[in-house]
């Protein structure tokens, strides 16, 4: 290596975490080097922990933050300058100065108090290096613009991520979630949603789980099931407090959830849809069923899944009989134009990030005429016009949802969004696509939690 001369403080970049400029202190008066880092968190496994932390890496700028992970190496006691010693956590990594680039040691510490966010010691100093106490930034000046800029995104290293899932069931799309991120050296862990409970307020908002606050994860992806809506979207709201990326937002579940409130939207956003009805009173009956036209009705209860609660009407005499039935249980519903083209099949539609990223066609086991999967019903990949896919990517941007099954029916007048499923399982479609379909959930996922470019300060 060329030969190279510090002073007492130099502008490096640390390439692996993600930090391209900082200034560090060089002391050959102390044997480890440190790094300035806070809300330090152990994940992973015990055979391979890794670390977690934030880093300020301008002084004075506590909004400028940016969340690194490394392979933790060790943890050791040390002895500061003022004489106080402690335990903290060790990782390695690449120092970048100038052309240059070699491994060292770093130890993880406070150092808010100091102007220099890294102090460089005696180990990361190589036998090329010399040192010139009196003098600073002998090697080439870097610049803290690299912050406010969007390279800062694009160059940001691939980082083990923490990743929480938000499931009670132990089914295939729960075992991929975590199959496919450890395979990408993440860790994902599997929450209970009603194990969680809260700490709700304003200085320190939490959430806990068996006896313990859960850590700061980079990512929570909600699973949650139809009949523990409202206290899951709870949930989700506080990891939304706390500042989380949720890949579904816990407005977007409820609202997707409550089929007439979904309907509204889709109304709202002018997106095609069955024509819907809905009434609180048993006398508008006879008008409930004229708005909608005329036999065969689709009669679907507010709260239904997987088909269930959702009754075809052959004749006015059968939905007059259904829609007494649902009364008398009390029971919300809407009244829906029967699809007849259809001939029992739909479209299910996986949206990810605002894509369409693969479709499959599904139809009803014989004599049915719901084409669940869970209902017996078989699927097979499909290829879709523009016009389905744009109506897809709409109806999944109307609710917000990074990722959502959209079930489309093919009428004459083009495309008709019978739902919008916040919770799309995976296996029908990976299984009828052969598509990676968490893969690309994943990319998402990594692209999103990428570090973003800080505001400059205006300058007064």
């Given amino acids: ?258 089929k007439l409130h979904a309907h509204q939207i889709l109304a709202s956003k002018k997106i095609g849809m069955p024509t819907t009805a809905f009434a609180a009173s048993p006398k508008d009956t006879s008008n409930l069923m004229g708005l909608v036209g005329t036999a065969p009705l689709i009669v679907k209860l507010l709260e239904s899944t997987q088909g269930k609660g959702v009754v075809l009407a052959e004749t006015k005499k059968a939905a007059e009989s259904v829609i007494d039935a649902f009364r008398g249980l009390k029971a919300n519903f809407l009244v829906q134009d029967f699809v007849k083209e259809a001939a029992g099949e739909d479209i299910r539609c996986l949206v990810i990030a605002g894509k369409v990223v693969a479709a499959m066609k599904r139809t009803g086991a014989e004599g049915d005429f719901r084409s669940n999967l869970h209902r017996g019903g078989s699927a097979k990949v499909v290829r879709i016009t523009k016009e389905e896919r744009d109506t897809a990517v709409r109806a999944a941007r109307a609710f917000a949802l990074g990722k959502a099954g959209v079930d489309l029916l093919r009428s004459e007048s083009g495309p008709k969004v019978l739902e919008v499923n916040s919770s799309p399982g995976f296996e029908g479609i990976e299984t009828a696509t052969g598509k990676d379909i968490v893969g690309k959930l994943y990319d998402e996922i990594e692209a999103r939690v990428r570090p973003q470019p800080a505001r400059k300060r205006s300058r007064s």
């Avoid at 001369?5 to 692996?16: H, I």
């Avoid at 050791?76 to 120092?95: D, K």
């Avoid at 610049?143 to 691939?158: E, G, I």
């Avoid at 068996?210 to 139809?226: E, F, S, T």
Wanted: one cysteine or more.
């Fill in 1 to 258: 290596m060329e030969k190279l001369t510090f002073g007492w403080e130099e502008w490096v970049s640390l390439p692996d975490l993600g930090l391209p400029a900082i200034k560090a202190k060089v002391d050959t008066g102390a044997r480890t080097s440190a790094l300035h880092a806070h809300d330090i968190e152990v994940f992973g496994s015990a055979k391979q922990p890794k670390v977690r932390f934030n880093v300020h890496p301008i002084a004075g700028r506590e909004d400028m933050a940016i969340t690194c992970s490394a392979p933790l190496v060790d943890r050791r006691e040390v002895t500061s300058s003022n004489g106080e010693t402690e335990q903290r956590f060790v990782i390695s990594s690449t120092l970048t100065v100038g052309e240059q680039s070699w491994p060292i040691e770093i130890t993880l510490t406070n150092r808010a108090s100091m102007s220099s966010r890294m102090l460089l010691g005696r180990q990361a100093l190589s036998d090329h290096i010399s040192i010139s106490p009196t003098e600073k930034h002998l090697q080439p000046e870097l610049s803290y613009d690299d912050y406010h800029s969007s390279t800062l995104k694009r160059r940001a290293p691939k980082r083990a991520l923490r990743i929480a899932v938000l499931s009670r069931e132990d089914n295939y799309s729960t075992r991929r979630l975590v199959e496919v991120g450890e395979a990408r050296g993440h860790t994902v862990e599997v929450i209970n949603t009603t194990r969680c409970y809260m700490a709700i307020n304003a200085m320190a908002p939490e959430v806990h789980y068996d006896g313990k606050r859960l850590p700061r994860y980079d990512a929570v992806i909600p699973r949650i099931g139809a009949s523990i809506t409202s206290y899951g979207t709870a949930i989700i709201r506080q990891f939304e407090t706390i500042g989380t990326y949720c890949v579904n937002g816990s407005a977007g579940i409820t609202a997707s959830r409550d």
